[in-house]
């Protein structure tokens, strides 16, 4: 990866902020100074940010994840296109299709329509369209592929967006954030540098900028790129070099042949004394569970009734002993309440008779 140096930066105007009375008060840790009422960038803040941007993107390259470019401005479309084409990612320059990312599913089906013009045209169908139909269908292809045609090859959502003017492009930046997939861009003063995973404050309004940004970002693409054909190449020669050359002859595969066959044997004895061990624990384990059952069921009969029975018979040696204990307890009673108060009551007026007379 190539050094940035500030002066590459200052040459190319990328320090240039915007308006004073036009900032963010979010990109005040980005903003140098202000000068003519205009806010210079922090170039130092800018290579740091840069670097670590970089970075980034050549492990996501590497990865084979797809980056997607989305640049709208006048002043960013060719120099977008152009610098994404060379390390051939994906990119957006015109209008951004609403649902892009989060309904990706339909882009895709729109991106299949065209592939099937291409193959109307190519297997001769095409001609057999009347005048109409045909003017129809060309014109059709060509709105698909001014708007989708930079990302038919891209068949999945993409490991990272690269975004020139968050600003401009904020349904990109919302669509984005839904389905969290990290955003690097480009912020100048007058954006909201908390919507961006990777910031690189810079001047997004000047083309010079734009392109100097877009090269440094572009070159560390590649070379993410060029470490996955590197990882491929060592993968590969890896896998040959562990490949066996298989014998031509007979005679070549004879010694092959018989020093295989007491490998053989080993493995056939070793197969065999695995499925008797298995088959021993099966048996071991089937045993103790029968036993188990045997004993549960052997002790529920015998419980059961033991419970049943001495409630009852309780309940039945206890009624008759109640009721005996009754009738001797109400008995004398009876007899004291009625025999004492008797003989006391003749005796007084017996007495009350004498004293009268």
Do not use: C
């Amino acid at each position: 990866m190539s050094k940035i140096e500030v002066k590459d930066l200052l040459d190319a105007g990328v320090h240039f902020g915007h308006l004073t009375r036009k900032w963010n008060p979010n990109m005040a840790p980005y903003i140098y100074m202000e000068r003519n009422g205009i806010h210079i960038i922090n170039l130092y803040k800018s290579v740091a940010k840069i670097e670590e941007a970089n970075e980034a993107l050549s492990k996501i390259a590497a990865s084979g994840r797809k980056i997607l470019f989305v640049a709208t401005k006048k002043q960013a479309k060719d120099i977008v296109s152009e610098k994404v084409a060379n390390v051939n990612m994906p990119y957006i320059t015109e209008r951004w299709p609403g649902g892009m990312l989060t309904n990706f599913v339909t882009i895709r089906k729109a991106v299949k329509k065209m592939a099937a013009i291409d193959k109307m045209k190519a297997d001769g169908t095409f001609n057999t369209l009347s005048k109409k139909e045909k003017l129809q269908v060309d014109r059709l292809r060509a709105k698909l592929e001014k708007n989708l045609g930079s990302i038919s090859d891209m068949t999945r959502l993409p490991g990272a967006l690269f975004i020139v003017d968050i600003r401009r492009e904020h349904i990109a930046v919302k669509e984005a954030q839904k389905l969290n997939i990290p955003i690097f861009a480009m912020v100048d003063t007058n954006a909201d540098p908390r919507d961006v995973d990777y910031v690189i404050p810079a001047n997004d309004d000047a083309s010079k900028s734009i392109e100097k940004i877009m090269t440094l970002v572009t070159e560390a693409v590649a070379e993410g790129l060029k470490e996955r054909q590197k990882d491929k190449a060592d993968a590969d020669a890896a896998a040959t070099e562990g490949e066996v050359v298989a014998p031509t002859t007979a005679e070549e595969a004879a010694p092959a042949v018989e020093a295989a066959k007491p490998a053989k044997k080993k493995t056939k004895a070793a197969k065999k004394e695995v499925v008797e061990e298995v088959a021993a624990v099966e048996e071991a384990v089937e045993e103790v569970t029968a036993e188990e059952v045997v004993e549960e069921a052997k002790a529920a009969p015998v419980e059961a009734p033991a419970k049943a029975e001495k409630p009852a018979k309780a309940k039945k040696a206890d009624k008759p002993a109640k009721a005996k204990k009754a009738v001797e307890a109400a008995a004398p009673a009876e007899v004291v309440e009625t025999e004492e108060p008797a003989e006391d009551a003749v005796e007084d007026t017996d007495e009350e008779t004498k004293e009268e007379k």
